[in-house]
């Protein structure tokens, strides 16, 4: 009987587990779709903003020529544990000529950073590859390599460091000591050959190509008075015009607002995005609410409210045995009250207008998301 006994145990145990993978790949993939929708939503066709209150900004512009706006950028933090909190900023540009070129850079935007999220254990090198190499498939399992976008992000960890990767021609530049250096190198025949191939800007490599793809890891230290990400509508402009722009801004913000008013007075053909990020030492602080991660992109804030019960969401990623079971516990007098405020007719809500002829405040839509079995309570502001 006691082998039996063990047996079962062990059974059950694995089953367990097996449930807990089949919620943790359920909740990622909700999270990833819910940050492609996210992404894909309609807004305007040019935003900068700050971003919450880290010394980050965030940028894009349609341009002038373009139709549509095939850039995607975002910014992720996450509090891991008391100790433990991370920052991702990322940049996809959707490739024109392609298929569905915004949807590309949404669906790499979305996997990359739930991918951050899933890995956040390991070390920021492994995981940024990680990412990358997962976007790639997601991209090429829609698109089977008729589409696909550039990818270019920076991860800060508190424990691990600062690493950032680039798949493709968008970039990664950083500023120190009044001097502005790519610290990429473009996956083109141009920027890998520059003397023999200076015209040659065909890309040997993006996201959603499928086998192959080798994402290039850079170890940023973290002196550097600024890092800054650009797709090719904004780094088409001299580099000596940026680092001039950066000098005189001395802000992220209007460094990136100045670097697409530039690119569209210097003909804006293309869409124009950029992210700036300084200085280092306040963005590694711990946050103030480990159960909520937020996502920031130029339009709004995403706020996802993590469950414990979810594997996806568990700051320490203990399985549900190790767990103590969540009881709400509802008093009599409680049920009491609950019963008279069923009878008890509710008061009418009068609703007052301050200033009727403003409209109300559109500019930062927030959505928060819940993964406490209730896939029903998203809100927009």
């Known amino acids: 009987m006691e082998g039996w006994r063990c047996l079962s145990f062990e059974k059950m145990m694995k089953k367990d587990k097996g449930t807990l993978q089949t919620m943790n790949d359920k909740a990622q993939n909700q999270l990833q779709t819910r940050l492609f929708?996210?992404?894909?939503?309609k807004t305007n066709n040019s935003?900068?903003?700050?971003?919450?209150e880290l010394p980050l900004a965030i940028g894009t512009d349609i341009g002038v020529v373009r139709g549509e706006n095939q850039d995607r950028v975002a910014i992720l933090r996450m509090q891991i544990n008391n100790n433990h909190s991370f920052t991702v900023a990322v940049l996809c540009d959707g490739m024109g000529g392609m298929a569905e070129g915004s949807a590309c850079a949404a669906q790499a935007v979305a996997c990359f950073l739930t991918a951050c999220i899933r890995n956040r254990q390991i070390s920021p090198a492994e995981r940024v590859v990680?990412?990358?190499q997962e976007a790639n498939r997601a991209v090429h399992s829609f698109?089977?390599?008729?589409?696909?976008?550039?990818?270019?992000?920076?991860?800060?960890?508190?424990?691990?460091?600062?690493?950032?990767?680039n798949v493709g021609d968008s970039r990664i530049y950083a500023y120190q000591e009044n001097?502005?250096?790519?610290?990429t190198i473009d996956d083109t025949m141009a920027g890998h050959l520059k003397d023999d191939f200076h015209s040659r800007n065909e890309l040997l490599q993006f996201v959603g190509m499928g086998n192959g793809l080798e994402p290039h890891v850079i170890e940023i230290p973290a002196s550097h008075e600024m890092i800054i990400l650009t797709s090719d509508g904004v780094h088409f402009i001299d580099k000596?015009?940026?680092?001039?722009?950066i000098q005189a801004a001395k802000e992220s913000a209007l460094a990136v607002r100045r670097f697409i008013e530039i690119a569209k007075w210097c003909g804006g053909r293309d869409n124009a995005s950029a992210i700036a990020i300084a200085p280092f030492s306040n963005q590694l602080s711990s946050l103030n609410d480990p159960g909520v991660i937020q996502i920031w992109d130029p339009f709004g804030e995403l706020q996802i409210i993590l469950s414990e019960a979810v594997g996806i969401a568990g700051i320490?990623?203990?399985?549900?045995?190790?767990?103590?079971?969540?009881?709400?516990?509802?008093?009599?007098k409680s049920k009491q009250s609950a019963k008279r405020a069923k009878k008890e007719k509710p008061a009418k809500r009068k609703v007052v207008a301050e200033n009727a002829d403003e409209k109300p405040e559109k500019d930062h839509p927030q959505l928060n998301i819940y993964f406490n079995g209730d896939p029903g309570k998203d809100s927009h502001d």
């Open 37 to 41: 929708n996210w992404l894909m939503r």
């Open 47 to 52: 935003s900068v903003r700050r971003v919450g």
């Open 130 to 132: 990680l990412a990358a």
């Open 143 to 165: 698109y089977q390599g008729r589409g696909g976008a550039t990818l270019s992000a920076m991860l800060l960890d508190s424990i691990g460091g600062i690493v950032g990767v």
């Open 179 to 183: 001097k502005l250096e790519q610290i």
């Open 240 to 245: 000596k015009i940026m680092q001039m722009v």
């Open 316 to 332: 320490d990623n203990k399985p549900p045995w190790d767990r103590k079971p969540v009881v709400q516990e509802e008093s009599q």
